[in-house]
């Protein structure tokens, strides 16, 4: 099978499992943020997927790997743990905000939500831009001789990729409407946190030059905060 194939084989997947338990929990189509949602996550994927096909096919390869090597065995847990929070999340927030609703979220707070998502998905696509290496997984790739990247977003924090999805996971539930789905995703958090302190300390261990680079970036997350 081609990249091609796969990268899109990959997107309907993903764009199926994340829309059935959407609707399923709402138990209704006639949902506009869900539809907003998804029409905002998977026209940036689908797009993303033709620029990367065209100019970096490489990583694309990388990013749709279910099983790449040498990926941490504590990474592996962790995005077992991920993928049941994105269920969760994805079951919890129509129940709340359509079929029961729970929460009462007001338009303008619907629309910051929808926002943050568009933010997210400027501040990832520069990553991309300038990270060849960006792995779904932890860890370090080897084969395709990784380097430290220090330009770009690099050079003001040293995770920006967590600092875009932060947006992404805040902005999710406020754009579907959901207390609850906030609730949920801010105990999820920390977990992001933990990883990216995890994740530096494979790239310390396994990736040259990364230890200079620490003392040349010293925020993770967010310029002069952490």
């Known amino acids: 099978m081609t990249l091609a194939l796969k990268a899109f084989a990959w997107f309907v997947f993903g764009f199926v499992l994340?829309?059935?338990?959407?609707?399923?929990?709402?138990?209704?189509?006639?949902?506009?943020a869900?539809?907003?949602?998804?029409?905002?996550?998977?026209?940036?994927?689908?797009?993303?997927?033709?620029?990367?096909?065209?100019?970096?096919p490489g990583l694309l390869a990388e990013r749709i790997n279910v099983s790449p090597p040498n990926q941490q065995a504590w990474d592996k847990v962790f995005v077992v743990l991920l993928n049941l929070f994105l269920f969760a999340l994805l079951v919890l927030m129509p129940l709340d905000a359509v079929r029961f609703h729970w929460s009462q979220m007001p338009l303008w707070l619907q629309v910051v939500?929808?926002?943050?998502?568009?933010?997210?998905?400027?501040?990832?696509?520069?990553?991309?831009?300038?990270n060849s290496y960006l792995s779904a997984t932890v860890r370090?790739?080897?084969?395709?001789?990784?380097?430290?990247?220090?330009?770009?977003?690099?050079?003001?924090?040293?995770?920006?990729?967590?600092?875009?999805?932060?947006?992404?996971?805040?902005?999710?539930?406020?754009?579907?409407?959901?207390?609850?789905?906030?609730?949920?995703?801010?105990l999820f958090l920390p977990a992001l946190i933990v990883r990216s302190v995890l994740e530096?300390?494979?790239?310390?261990?396994?990736?040259?030059?990364y230890s200079t680079y620490m003392t040349q970036v010293k925020y993770r997350l967010i310029p002069y905060v952490w």
């Open 18 to 32: 994340m829309a059935l338990p959407l609707f399923l929990a709402a138990g209704t189509i006639a949902w506009l």
């Open 140 to 186: 370090v790739q080897e084969e395709r001789g990784q380097t430290v990247i220090t330009t770009g977003l690099y050079h003001y924090v040293r995770h920006p990729m967590y600092a875009g999805a932060l947006f992404m996971f805040l902005g999710t539930p406020l754009l579907l409407g959901s207390w609850y789905g906030m609730v949920l995703t801010l």
């Open 200 to 209: 530096e300390r494979t790239l310390l261990r396994e990736l040259p030059g």
């Open 34 to 56: 869900g539809w907003t949602y998804l029409i905002l996550l998977y026209g940036w994927l689908f797009i993303g997927i033709l620029l990367l096909l065209r100019y970096n």
């Open 113 to 130: 939500g929808a926002i943050a998502l568009v933010i997210s998905f400027v501040l990832m696509s520069l990553v991309f831009r300038e």
